[in-house]
């Protein structure tokens, strides 16, 4: 299998390598935006060929492509940090909405066979009411946010293709996914490398927090690249597949799982700064059809994900 990793070196890309790796006849290719500080990514496995790119230029994307000439593309390069994107509403849009777009005319421009797996997210869904959760597929579309926003047109743009031109495309919306490596904008891991820094006497023994009532959905990094390589596995194209546990945790129960395993006595203090302009206050959801389709299922209980995070940011600090 020759595999295309767009975003390679951003979280999820070192770990969907590693994954892939062990398929047979496996070539990899990992498309980044600096070719050499990609190379020098120590989470990058050996023999993944880096491929230097940029997913809002067309030429840059032709060049890619017909360089590594995939049989699938997992799509995972994109403006990630919702609270960035309230800040760079329209960047968010370009890399996200227009770059998928850039990327999947490429795939048909040049004519290859190829797969396209395209990361969506559970944020698309918005706002909905308690009874209607959990989510599924066929819950509509209701962004909250710059960032769920350009999500949904990039959710939609990716459903074009299937449809229009016959091509492999998957849409993958992924609910909340954390674990080692994971940047410290995300609530789990600012938690975590907070904690790091107290027990090392960096910071005083104060964790800021945001909204700690807001319920989310969470999975282990390593269990949603095992959803990216079964996806790949067969022909679901114009498929769209939530990827979640189906369960809620409160970012307060988030929290107290890292305080209990914190090595002092920590504090909580609500940082102003670390709200949103606008929150969701639940979102779950619904496993199911993407359980009947590849037989996945999350292994990693949240309690071992949050303890290899907050050990990794130990490693760190």
């Known amino acids: 299998m020759r595999a295309l990793i767009t975003g390679v070196t951003g979280f999820v890309g070192p770990y969907l390598a590693a994954e892939l ?17 990609a190379k020098a990514n120590g989470a990058l496995p050996a023999g993944l060929e880096t491929l230097e790119g940029d997913i809002t230029d067309d030429g840059s994307i032709r060049t890619v492509l017909e360089a590594a000439r995939p049989q699938v593309v997992f799509h995972l390069a994109g403006a990630s940090s919702g609270a960035a994107a309230w800040h760079r509403p329209a960047e968010c849009l370009e890399v996200n909405a227009l770059g998928t777009l850039r990327l999947l005319e490429g795939v048909r421009r040049l004519g ?5 797996v395209v990361a969506s997210s559970g ?34 743009v990716a459903a ?9 495309v998957i849409r993958l919306r992924l609910f909340n996914h ?7 904008q995300f609530v789990a891991s600012s ?22 009532d807001a319920r ?32 809620a945790v409160s970012i307060r129960q988030v929290l107290d799982l890292l305080r209990g395993l914190a090595r002092c006595e920590v504090t909580v203090r609500t940082d102003p700064e670390r709200m949103r302009p606008a929150d969701i206050p639940l979102l779950i959801g ?8 590849t037989g996945w299922a999350p292994t990693i209980p949240i309690e071992r994900t949050l303890a290899d995070l907050l050990e990794w940011w130990r490693q760190q600090e």
Do not use: W
């Open 21 to 37: 790796v062990g398929e047979p006849g496996a070539e990899l290719f990992g498309m980044a935006l600096d070719a050499s500080a």
């Open 112 to 116: 290859l066979d190829a797969t396209t």
């Open 123 to 156: 944020e698309v869904y918005g706002s909905a009411d308690d009874e209607a959760h959990p989510l599924t597929e066929e819950s509509p579309l209701r962004p909250l946010s710059p960032y769920a926003a350009s999500k949904a047109s990039q959710d939609l």
């Open 160 to 168: 074009q293709y299937p449809r229009a031109y016959g091509m492999r």
């Open 178 to 184: 954390t674990g080692p490596r994971h940047p410290e």
């Open 191 to 212: 938690f975590a490398r907070q904690i790091a820094r107290i027990e090392r006497g960096l910071q005083e023994p104060v964790i800021r927090v945001g909204n700690l």
């Open 216 to 247: 989310r959905d969470f999975v282990d990094v390593r269990d949603v690249a095992r959803a990216y390589r079964l996806a790949a596995r067969r022909d679901l194209r114009g498929e769209v597949f939530n990827v979640c546990s189906g369960r």
């Open 286 to 293: 619904d496993p199911r059809r993407f359980r009947e389709a």
